[in-house]
C-alpha cells in the first residue's frame, strides 16, 4: 500500500496552519534522522506560527516598564503635546464635555472601544511610583500588567510540551554561521523573538546578519528595533525603524516606529510619521485607525471621528471604526444615529457580547425605544461576566432613575457595588439616592468611598462637597470643591461653590 512522504504531509499541514499536526511529524522526522535540515527547519516555522501574535497593536507594559523606565520627559508639557496631559475641553473644539462622557482612571475619555494599553498611563508619563502603578483592580481600569506576563508566560508554557526539553538551544549556537544563511537565520530570529522569547539572542542575531548583508537589508533593521523595542531600548529602536524606512517602505516599520513614539510620550511625532506612512500607503485601515486612536489620546475626538468615517470608506465592517462611531453619537445627543452602528456590528456577526447588548439598551433608552430597552439589558447581564456585571447593573440603575423608578435604582447600584465592591460610579449614585431618603451620613459615606475609589470622577467630589456646604463643614467643602476642579477644570458649578465658600470666608 503506497503512503504519503510524510515530510510532504507536515509541508500540507502547515500550509493548512494545522501547527501540532506539522510539529508532531516534524518531530518523529527528526527522531530517526536528527541532522534532517527540512524537518528542522519546518517545525522551527511550526512552532514560531503557533506563537505568533499581531504585536504590533498588543503592547504590553508591566510595573518593572512603569517604574524602571528612564527616559526623560518634559516635567510640564503644553497641554496635546503630552498623552500624560490631552486637550482640555476649550482646546478640543466642541467635543463633549466631562460631564456627559465619562473619562477613564487615566484620565482620557471614553472611546467606545477597549484595546490594549489606552487606558494606561504610558511608562513616560506621569505615576511613577508603585502606590500608583498598582492601583485599580477592575478591567478597565489604569493597572499595568505584572512585569511582561503574556511574554514569559507563553515561552515557558509552550516548552513543557517537549520531553526532550527546548527544541533549539539559543546558547549553544553559532550566530555568526547561521547570519551567513538568510532563510535559516531569518526563520531562527522569528523563534527567538515569538517563541523562545529572547530579545537578547535575537539582538545578537540580528546584528550579525545585518552586517552579513552589508546594512541593506530592511528586514534585518525592523528586527533590531524590535528587539531593542522588547528590551525597553527605545532610542535605539527608534534609529533601526529609521534606518530600515530609508531602505523599504512597510506599513509594519511605519507602525512600530509611531509605537516607540507614543511609548516615549511624544505622540505629535507619531502622528507626522502616521502622515507620512498615510500619503505612502493611500487607503491603508491600519494607519487610519492608528491615526484616530491617538487623536482620541489626546481627547481631540473629533479629528479622530473623521478618521474613523475614512476607515469606514475603505472597510465598511471595521468593528473599531463602527463602536467608536457609535460611541461619538451617543455622547453627542445622537442616540438614533449610535443605535444604526450598533445594530450594523451586531449584523456583522463578529461581535455578540454584554458590552454591545448594554450599549444598545442605553440607545433605545434615549432614543425613546422604552420597549427594547429592558429586552436589550437581559440578553447583557445573560452574556455578561465578573468583569462587567456591575457596569450593566450600573446602567440599568441610570435607566430606572431616567423612568422615575428610584427603588429599582437603588437596588440596580446595590447589586452593581455587590458584584465589584470598587464600583466608583455606582458608590456616587448611591449617596446621592440616600441623600434623598435623608440618610445624611450614609451618603457622606457613599461620596467618600466613592472619591477614594474613583479619584479621576469629579462627580463624588462635587456631590460631597455640596452635602458638606449645606451641612455647614465649610472647610470640608472647600477642600472636595477643589478635588472636582482638579478632575474636571471646567465644571461650572464646582466653580459656582466656590465663589460662594470665598465670600463666606471674605465675611468671617
Not at 51 to 58: A, R, T, V
Not at 169 to 189: F, M, N
Not at 192 to 210: C, F, G, Q, V
Not at 324 to 350: I, K, M, V, W
Request: aromatic residues 10%.
Amino acid at each position: 500500500k503506497a503512503s504519503l512522504n510524510p515530510f510532504f504531509e507536515a509541508v500540507s499541514r502547515f500550509r493548512r496552519r494545522k501547527w501540532d499536526g506539522c510539529i508532531d511529524i516534524c518531530t518523529d522526522l527528526l527522531d530517526v534522522n536528527p541532522r534532517d535540515q527540512a524537518a528542522w527547519f519546518l517545525k522551527l516555522r511550526a512552532l514560531t506560527s503557533k506563537q505568533w501574535m499581531d504585536d504590533i497593536e498588543i503592547d504590553e507594559e508591566g510595573v518593572a516598564d512603569l517604574l524602571m523606565d528612564e527616559n526623560a520627559v518634559a516635567s510640564a508639557p503644553r497641554p496635546g503635546t503630552s498623552l500624560n496631559r490631552p486637550l482640555s475641553k476649550s482646546e478640543a473644539n466642541g467635543a463633549p464635555s466631562q460631564v456627559v462622557r465619562p473619562v477613564s482612571a487615566s484620565g482620557r475619555p471614553l472611546t467606545g472601544f477597549a484595546r490594549p494599553g489606552t487606558n494606561r498611563p504610558t511608562s513616560s508619563s506621569a505615576g511613577r511610583d508603585v502606590a500608583t502603578a498598582m492601583q485599580g483592580n477592575r478591567p478597565g481600569t489604569s493597572r499595568p500588567l505584572t512585569s511582561m506576563g503574556r511574554l514569559v508566560r507563553l515561552g515557558t508554557a509552550s516548552m513543557q510540551h517537549h520531553e526532550g526539553g527546548e527544541f533549539v538551544r539559543l546558547e549553544t549556537l553559532d550566530l555568526h554561521k547561521y547570519a551567513q544563511r538568510p532563510a535559516i537565520a531569518k526563520a531562527l530570529c522569528d523563534y527567538m523573538l515569538y517563541y523562545a522569547r529572547n530579545p537578547r539572542k535575537a539582538l545578537e542575531l540580528a546584528s550579525e546578519a545585518t552586517q552579513a548583508v552589508d546594512f541593506k537589508d530592511w528586514w534585518w533593521k525592523a528586527r533590531l528595533g524590535k528587539a531593542y523595542y522588547q528590551l525597553g531600548l527605545l532610542r535605539d529602536a527608534e534609529k533601526q525603524f529609521r534606518s530600515s524606512l530609508k531602505c523599504e517602505e512597510m506599513i509594519s516599520t511605519h507602525l512600530e516606529l509611531c509605537k516607540v513614539h507614543l511609548r516615549l510620550d511624544q505622540p505629535n511625532s507619531a502622528l507626522d510619521q502616521y502622515g507620512r506612512a498615510g500619503e505612502k500607503f493611500v487607503g491603508d485601515t491600519h494607519i487610519l485607525v492608528a491615526l484616530a486612536r491617538t487623536y482620541d489620546m489626546l481627547n481631540a475626538l473629533l479629528r479622530g471621528v473623521q478618521f474613523y468615517k475614512k476607515v469606514l470608506q475603505y472597510d465598511s465592517v471595521n468593528t473599531e471604526a463602527l463602536a467608536c462611531l457609535a460611541s461619538h453619537h451617543f455622547y453627542t445627543d445622537q442616540p438614533e444615529l449610535a443605535l444604526r452602528f450598533y445594530r450594523r456590528l451586531l449584523q456583522n456577526g463578529g461581535v455578540q457580547n454584554a458590552e454591545l447588548w448594554n450599549n444598545m439598551g442605553l440607545c433605545c433608552f434615549y432614543a425613546g425605544q422604552y420597549d427594547l430597552t429592558l429586552s436589550c439589558f437581559e440578553r447583557a447581564l445573560m452574556l455578561a461576566d465578573d468583569g462587567n456585571m456591575a457596569d450593566v447593573w450600573y446602567n440599568i440603575g441610570q435607566v430606572a432613575i431616567g423612568v422615575g423608578d428610584l427603588g429599582l435604582a437603588y437596588q440596580a447600584f446595590k447589586i452593581a457595588v455587590s458584584v465589584d465592591p470598587n464600583h466608583a460610579e455606582s458608590y456616587s449614585n448611591l449617596g446621592v439616592l440616600e441623600l434623598r431618603k435623608g440618610n445624611v451620613e450614609q451618603a457622606q459615606a457613599h461620596f467618600q468611598t466613592a472619591l477614594r475609589l474613583g479619584p479621576h470622577l469629579f462627580e463624588p467630589a462635587f456631590n460631597g462637597g455640596l452635602l458638606a456646604f449645606k451641612l455647614g463643614e465649610f472647610q470640608d467643602s472647600f477642600e472636595l470643591a477643589n478635588k472636582a476642579l482638579e478632575a474636571y477644570p471646567d465644571h461650572i458649578e464646582s466653580k459656582e461653590l466656590i465663589k460662594q465658600l470665598k465670600a463666606h470666608f471674605s465675611s468671617l
